[in-house]
């Protein structure tokens, strides 16, 4: 199995950019997790799935994040506009059933 | 709201000896508690985890304590080596659908040397 996907796996953007994160979970897995990783902040967990459906968003930090799951094998993070305080290492995560978390190598987000 | 504790944030141990990683929680609630190990320019992978039926479990080098009254828990590996060189977080979760998201330990950074 590859694992979870994630890419692009670093993104440099300027302060005011769309940027839109990409996560393929592993196949057969029913929850997806997005989460974000600072060293001021440690790892917070964004939003998650369950069969495509968001359960829990309140980690959200603000409207300008946005997540999508249209199908088992595909999700997005969007920041719109970004802002440099929203440079950070941003994981996907992917579970089936209660099981364990498999998660990604993470997308280095850089916000100028 | 910071619901597990973890201690201490860096760790500096000597190949061979043995680290120690503590954590503590506040929820009695929860009821899964596992460790992840992160490399640099990696993802958090498990390590090892526990259920508050047991007190102890081991895998190999890992050891997870468990003292349920005390709402604590740990990571002992013995017989460090340079490979376990790493950040580790604790976290804890609830065991029913629709509210098993994991709360992590804000992480410790260890350091084994030569």
């Known amino acids: 199995d590859a694992g979870v996907i994630q890419s692009p796996r670093h993104e440099v953007t300027e302060m005011g950019q769309e940027v839109t994160l990409r996560c393929k979970p592993i196949?057969?897995?029913?929850?997806l997790f997005w989460y974000r990783q600072t060293m001021m902040r440690g790892l917070e967990l964004l939003i998650y799935f369950n069969n495509n459906v968001p359960i829990d968003d309140s980690g959200m930090p603000e409207d300008r994040f946005s997540a999508k799951m249209p199908n088992a094998s595909f999700s997005t993070l969007k920041i719109q506009p970004s802002e440099p305080r929203d440079s950070a290492v941003y994981f996907c995560?992917?579970?089936?059933?209660?099981?364990?978390?498999?998660f990604g190598p993470g997308t280095r987000l850089t916000v100028l | 709201q910071q619901q597990v504790k973890q201690s201490p944030q860096s760790l500096i141990v000597q190949k061979g000896g043995i680290s120690i990683i503590n954590c503590a929680y506040e929820n009695t609630a929860f009821d899964y508690f596992p460790w992840y190990q992160q490399f640099p320019g990696k993802g958090p992978a498990l390590l090892i985890a526990i259920r508050p039926d047991v007190s102890e479990k081991k895998e190999g080098r890992f050891t997870i304590s468990f003292n349920k009254s005390a709402k604590q828990f740990s990571l002992h590996i013995m017989d460090s080596q340079p490979g376990d060189s790493a950040t580790y977080f604790c976290a804890a979760s609830f065991p029913n659908f629709g509210n098993e998201k994991l709360t992590f330990g804000t992480g410790t950074r260890l350091t084994i040397i030569p």
């Open positions: 995560a992917s579970r089936f059933g209660l099981n364990t978390q498999y």
């Open positions: 196949s057969g897995h029913n929850s």
